[in-house]
Protein backbone atom coordinates (compact mmCIF):
# COMPACT_ATOMS: atom_id res chain seq x y z
CA UNK A 1 0.00 0.00 0.00
CA UNK A 2 0.98 3.74 -0.61
CA UNK A 3 -0.04 6.89 1.21
CA UNK A 4 -0.34 9.58 -1.08
CA UNK A 5 -0.21 12.43 1.24
CA UNK A 6 -1.62 16.42 0.30
CA UNK A 7 0.29 19.60 0.43
CA UNK A 8 2.54 20.04 3.79
CA UNK A 9 4.27 23.62 3.65
CA UNK A 10 7.16 23.10 5.82
CA UNK A 11 5.14 21.63 9.16
CA UNK A 12 6.69 19.07 10.72
CA UNK A 13 3.96 18.63 13.21
CA UNK A 14 1.94 17.28 9.99
CA UNK A 15 4.89 15.15 9.06
CA UNK A 16 4.87 13.90 11.97
CA UNK A 17 1.27 12.81 11.89
CA UNK A 18 1.52 11.54 8.59
CA UNK A 19 4.28 9.00 9.59
CA UNK A 20 2.63 8.40 12.68
CA UNK A 21 -0.84 7.30 10.02
CA UNK A 22 1.51 5.29 8.01
CA UNK A 23 3.48 3.60 10.37
CA UNK A 24 -0.27 2.49 11.79
CA UNK A 25 -1.36 1.45 7.89
CA UNK A 26 1.71 -0.56 7.47
CA UNK A 27 1.65 1.07 3.75
CA UNK A 28 5.01 0.37 1.88
CA UNK A 29 5.86 4.18 0.81
CA UNK A 30 5.28 7.28 0.94
CA UNK A 31 4.18 9.61 -1.79
CA UNK A 32 3.52 13.20 -1.23
CA UNK A 33 1.79 15.65 -4.08
CA UNK A 34 4.44 18.87 -3.71
CA UNK A 35 4.48 21.88 -1.46
CA UNK A 36 5.83 19.98 0.64
CA UNK A 37 8.74 22.70 1.86
CA UNK A 38 11.44 21.27 3.08
CA UNK A 39 15.07 23.75 3.35
CA UNK A 40 12.92 26.59 3.10
CA UNK A 41 15.11 29.96 3.38
CA UNK A 42 15.53 31.87 6.70
CA UNK A 43 13.31 29.13 8.74
CA UNK A 44 14.30 26.02 11.22
CA UNK A 45 15.40 22.85 9.06
CA UNK A 46 12.66 20.67 10.80
CA UNK A 47 11.31 18.78 8.46
CA UNK A 48 15.08 17.55 7.77
CA UNK A 49 15.65 17.24 11.00
CA UNK A 50 12.18 14.83 11.49
CA UNK A 51 14.11 12.48 9.03
CA UNK A 52 17.69 12.55 10.77
CA UNK A 53 15.39 11.83 14.52
CA UNK A 54 12.92 9.55 12.51
CA UNK A 55 13.83 5.71 13.18
CA UNK A 56 11.05 4.88 10.44
CA UNK A 57 11.69 2.87 7.49
CA UNK A 58 9.30 4.01 5.28
CA UNK A 59 10.41 5.92 2.29
CA UNK A 60 9.40 9.53 1.59
CA UNK A 61 8.91 10.70 -2.20
CA UNK A 62 7.72 13.99 -3.20
CA UNK A 63 7.16 15.88 -6.55
CA UNK A 64 7.86 19.48 -6.27
CA UNK A 65 5.19 22.01 -6.08
CA UNK A 66 5.56 26.09 -6.79
CA UNK A 67 6.40 26.67 -2.98
CA UNK A 68 9.60 24.58 -2.77
CA UNK A 69 13.40 25.71 -2.81
CA UNK A 70 14.30 25.37 -6.24
CA UNK A 71 17.32 26.26 -6.26
CA UNK A 72 18.26 24.33 -3.84
CA UNK A 73 16.55 21.14 -5.08
CA UNK A 74 18.39 21.75 -8.70
CA UNK A 75 21.71 21.94 -6.93
CA UNK A 76 21.14 18.58 -4.92
CA UNK A 77 20.52 16.94 -8.53
CA UNK A 78 23.53 18.09 -9.97
CA UNK A 79 25.79 17.23 -7.37
CA UNK A 80 24.06 13.62 -7.28
CA UNK A 81 23.42 13.40 -11.27
CA UNK A 82 20.13 10.77 -10.30
CA UNK A 83 16.09 11.66 -10.83
CA UNK A 84 15.88 10.63 -7.33
CA UNK A 85 17.23 12.99 -5.23
CA UNK A 86 18.21 12.66 -1.36
CA UNK A 87 17.08 15.61 0.04
CA UNK A 88 17.67 14.48 3.83
CA UNK A 89 17.09 11.04 5.29
CA UNK A 90 15.06 8.65 3.53
CA UNK A 91 13.49 11.33 1.87
CA UNK A 92 13.49 11.80 -1.77
CA UNK A 93 12.74 14.40 -4.36
CA UNK A 94 11.54 13.05 -7.93
CA UNK A 95 12.41 14.71 -10.95
CA UNK A 96 9.88 15.79 -13.05
CA UNK A 97 9.30 13.46 -16.18
CA UNK A 98 10.37 10.34 -13.89
CA UNK A 99 8.63 7.25 -13.73
CA UNK A 100 9.44 4.37 -10.70
CA UNK A 101 7.87 1.00 -10.26
CA UNK A 102 6.19 0.81 -6.60
CA UNK A 103 3.93 -2.23 -5.99
CA UNK A 104 3.79 -3.14 -9.45
CA UNK A 105 2.49 0.31 -10.48
CA UNK A 106 4.35 2.41 -12.83
CA UNK A 107 3.89 5.90 -11.16
CA UNK A 108 5.19 9.18 -13.55
CA UNK A 109 6.14 12.27 -11.62
CA UNK A 110 5.48 15.64 -12.44
CA UNK A 111 5.86 18.50 -10.31
CA UNK A 112 5.70 22.39 -10.59
CA UNK A 113 2.84 24.58 -10.91
CA UNK A 114 2.06 28.69 -11.13
CA UNK A 115 1.85 30.52 -7.84
CA UNK A 116 -0.74 33.20 -7.33
CA UNK A 117 -0.71 36.01 -4.67
CA UNK A 118 -4.02 36.58 -2.81
CA UNK A 119 -4.59 39.53 -1.21
CA UNK A 120 -3.11 39.13 2.54
CA UNK A 121 -0.16 37.23 0.68
CA UNK A 122 3.48 38.95 0.95
CA UNK A 123 5.36 39.60 -2.24
CA UNK A 124 7.33 37.62 -4.33
CA UNK A 125 11.00 37.72 -3.34
CA UNK A 126 13.17 35.56 -5.33
CA UNK A 127 15.20 32.95 -3.08
CA UNK A 128 12.93 33.64 -0.11
CA UNK A 129 9.48 32.66 -1.16
CA UNK A 130 9.51 32.53 -5.05
CA UNK A 131 11.73 30.56 -7.45
CA UNK A 132 10.87 30.85 -11.44
CA UNK A 133 11.46 27.13 -11.68
CA UNK A 134 8.11 26.33 -10.06
CA UNK A 135 7.28 26.26 -13.48
CA UNK A 136 8.48 22.92 -15.93
CA UNK A 137 10.97 23.80 -18.53
CA UNK A 138 10.12 22.72 -21.73
CA UNK A 139 12.58 19.68 -21.69
CA UNK A 140 10.63 18.54 -18.57
CA UNK A 141 7.73 18.86 -20.63
CA UNK A 142 9.03 16.87 -23.14
CA UNK A 143 9.62 14.39 -21.18
CA UNK A 144 6.34 14.00 -19.24
CA UNK A 145 4.52 14.11 -22.38
CA UNK A 146 6.52 10.64 -24.39
CA UNK A 147 6.41 8.96 -21.12
CA UNK A 148 2.90 9.81 -20.05
CA UNK A 149 1.26 6.46 -21.87
CA UNK A 150 3.86 4.33 -19.84
CA UNK A 151 2.09 5.31 -16.83
CA UNK A 152 -0.39 3.35 -14.68
CA UNK A 153 -0.46 6.25 -11.63
CA UNK A 154 0.12 10.18 -12.20
CA UNK A 155 1.49 12.02 -9.53
CA UNK A 156 1.40 15.73 -10.52
CA UNK A 157 1.41 19.04 -7.88
CA UNK A 158 -0.93 20.76 -10.15
CA UNK A 159 -4.03 18.99 -12.16
CA UNK A 160 -5.74 19.35 -15.81
CA UNK A 161 -8.01 22.59 -16.48
CA UNK A 162 -11.29 20.42 -16.58
CA UNK A 163 -10.98 19.90 -12.89
CA UNK A 164 -12.08 22.52 -9.49
CA UNK A 165 -14.65 23.50 -11.91
CA UNK A 166 -15.87 24.77 -8.42
CA UNK A 167 -13.82 26.98 -7.43
CA UNK A 168 -14.11 30.51 -7.69
CA UNK A 169 -10.97 30.92 -9.52
CA UNK A 170 -11.01 27.92 -12.42
CA UNK A 171 -11.52 29.96 -15.26
CA UNK A 172 -8.69 31.88 -14.87
CA UNK A 173 -6.71 29.06 -13.24
CA UNK A 174 -7.59 26.71 -16.07
CA UNK A 175 -6.32 29.16 -18.76
CA UNK A 176 -2.73 28.68 -17.62
CA UNK A 177 0.24 26.61 -19.33
CA UNK A 178 0.51 23.93 -16.65
CA UNK A 179 -3.18 22.47 -16.06
CA UNK A 180 -4.09 23.45 -19.81
CA UNK A 181 -1.16 21.30 -20.81
CA UNK A 182 -2.12 18.19 -18.40
CA UNK A 183 -5.72 18.55 -19.85
CA UNK A 184 -4.28 18.77 -23.42
CA UNK A 185 -1.98 15.32 -22.73
CA UNK A 186 -4.75 13.33 -21.34
CA UNK A 187 -7.43 14.73 -23.65
CA UNK A 188 -5.08 13.49 -26.48
CA UNK A 189 -3.30 10.66 -24.85
CA UNK A 190 -4.78 6.56 -26.46
CA UNK A 191 -3.73 5.47 -23.02
CA UNK A 192 -5.17 7.13 -20.10
CA UNK A 193 -3.73 6.35 -16.54
CA UNK A 194 -5.91 4.15 -13.99
CA UNK A 195 -5.11 7.12 -10.86
CA UNK A 196 -3.92 10.32 -11.27
CA UNK A 197 -2.89 12.03 -7.84
CA UNK A 198 -2.38 16.08 -7.20
CA UNK A 199 -2.57 18.41 -4.72
CA UNK A 200 -1.71 22.25 -4.63
CA UNK A 201 -5.98 22.73 -4.69
CA UNK A 202 -6.29 22.34 -1.08
CA UNK A 203 -9.31 20.20 -1.57
CA UNK A 204 -9.41 16.48 -0.56
CA UNK A 205 -12.28 15.20 -3.25
CA UNK A 206 -11.83 12.51 -5.89
CA UNK A 207 -13.48 12.16 -9.43
CA UNK A 208 -14.03 9.63 -12.69
CA UNK A 209 -13.52 10.75 -15.43
CA UNK A 210 -12.94 8.80 -18.76
CA UNK A 211 -12.11 5.38 -17.07
CA UNK A 212 -8.87 7.44 -14.83
CA UNK A 213 -9.55 8.13 -11.45
CA UNK A 214 -8.66 11.71 -9.74
CA UNK A 215 -7.66 12.09 -6.35
CA UNK A 216 -6.80 15.60 -4.97
CA UNK A 217 -4.70 14.72 -1.72
CA UNK A 218 -6.01 18.03 0.53
CA UNK A 219 -4.17 20.18 2.40
CA UNK A 220 -2.08 19.49 6.20
CA UNK A 221 -0.98 16.35 4.85
CA UNK A 222 -4.48 14.76 4.43
CA UNK A 223 -4.21 12.05 2.24
CA UNK A 224 -5.23 8.71 0.11
CA UNK A 225 -4.41 5.03 1.32
CA UNK A 226 -3.96 3.62 -1.90
CA UNK A 227 -3.92 -0.38 -2.80
CA UNK A 228 -4.42 -2.53 -5.88
CA UNK A 229 -8.40 -3.14 -4.66
CA UNK A 230 -9.06 0.52 -3.11
CA UNK A 231 -8.15 4.13 -2.32
CA UNK A 232 -9.35 5.40 1.24
CA UNK A 233 -9.39 9.17 2.23
CA UNK A 234 -7.66 9.48 5.78
CA UNK A 235 -9.08 12.47 7.83
CA UNK A 236 -7.55 15.95 8.65
CA UNK A 237 -4.59 16.74 10.66
CA UNK A 238 -4.10 18.80 13.74
CA UNK A 239 -1.67 21.94 12.49
CA UNK A 240 0.51 23.72 15.36
Known sequence: MILFVGDI????????????????????????????????????????????????????????????????????????????VEVAKNCFHVRRGTVLDFDNDKILFFGGAQSYLGKRDDPFVLDENWWPRELPNLEEFDLFKTRFSSADIIVTHDCPGFLMRDKKYHKLWSKNGVPQFLKDTIENSDTKPVSWFFGHHHDHSSWDIDSTKYYCCGKHGESWLYSATNCVKQGQRTVE
Open 9 to 84: HGKESVLASVYEDAEKLGVSSIIQVGDFGIHWPGRSNGLAGFFDKSKSKIPFYFCDGNHENHRLLDKLFREQQSDV
